[in-house]
């Protein structure tokens, strides 16, 4: 498997994404979004989800 892009997300793109997880007024097309952002993120403030 070849890896075409690396995922560097600043801190306020991490805080946005974790306050759409941890909300449930989203749709289920935007939770997994946001997992697998955070999931794939390689930037200094990466930390993996689980669900």
Do not use: P, W
Request: proline share 0%.
């Amino acid at each position: 498997m070849v890896i075409r892009y690396k995922i560097k997300l600043n801190k306020s793109e991490v805080e946005e994404l974790q306050i759409i997880i941890n909300k449930g007024s989203h749709t289920s097309q935007t939770f997994r979004a946001a997992y697998i952002l955070l999931n794939c993120d390689e930037g200094e403030y990466s930390d993996k989800v689980t669900n």
